[in-house]
């Protein structure tokens, strides 16, 4: 398994600012995801965050609206940029430690909640 | 189009019922299913893993099923207490994609 932890554990923005969320692993993973969780919905993949190049997107994130730094094994950042309160959600990160894929199991952070004004 | 399902979306039983949670997927090509828990306001916490291979997964009074043909998964919670009231979400892995779909969910509530 693997311990994530994620700063801030909550905000609440002002529409058209940014936030800047970070994931950090105790252990050293290839990959690593975020995710958003609407209020009262299921999670949906934002991006996959591999160590040394760019992050992957799913269909309907944009990397300027969404940008993702990974410089190292055990860290990663999200900033939702150009906040609308549309983006209140909680955000998480999550590491499959166990091998390459993204299908061995993955462990998560216990997320950011963003309430944006 | 790839799915999860789950059903019931909510439930609410006395304490010490044994229940059971189902998880629907569209295609029967997946590389695994993990099933998790997640509190009000908090992240995932991971329950069971079932690898493809595998029909059944067992950790404490929690027992998973994969039946692939079906496209489906159950949940079996056995002698349910107050403390497994959170909600319950499995998440599926197709083949050819590599990426984890959640299903929507079924909130339980176990009442003392």
């Known amino acids: 398994s693997a311990v994530i932890s994620q700063k801030p554990s909550r905000d609440i923005c002002q529409r058209g600012t940014s936030l800047t969320i970070q994931c950090q692993v105790d252990s050293q993973v290839t990959m690593m995801f975020w995710y958003r969780q609407q209020p009262g919905q299921s999670l949906t993949l934002i991006a996959t965050?591999?160590?040394?190049?760019?992050?992957?997107?799913e269909s309907g994130f944009v990397i300027d609206k969404f940008p993702i730094s990974r410089p190292n094994l055990t860290f990663s950042t999200l900033t939702v940029s150009n906040m609308s309160p549309e983006d209140s959600s909680i955000y998480l990160c999550?590491?499959?430690?166990?091998?390459?894929?993204?299908?061995?199991?993955?462990?998560f952070g216990p997320g950011t909640r963003l309430t944006v004004l | 189009k790839q799915e999860v399902t789950q059903i019931p979306a909510a439930l609410s039983v006395p304490e010490g019922e044994n229940l059971v949670l189902n998880c629907s997927f569209t295609d029967s090509a997946i590389y695994n299913l993990q099933w998790f828990r997640q509190d009000p306001g908090k992240g995932l916490t991971s329950l069971l893993l079932?690898?493809?291979?595998?029909r059944e997964q067992t950790s404490g009074r929690l027992n998973a099923s994969l039946d692939k043909s079906s496209g489906r998964s159950t949940l079996y919670i056995a002698a349910s207490q107050p403390g497994d009231s959170a909600t319950y979400l499995c998440a599926v892995v197709y083949s050819g994609t590599y990426k984890y779909i959640f299903g929507t969910g079924t909130r339980l509530k176990v009442l003392a």
């Open positions: 079932i690898q493809s291979s595998q």
């Open positions: 965050a591999n160590q040394g190049s760019e992050a992957t997107y």
């Open positions: 999550s590491v499959a430690p166990s091998g390459r894929a993204s299908y061995n199991e993955q462990f």
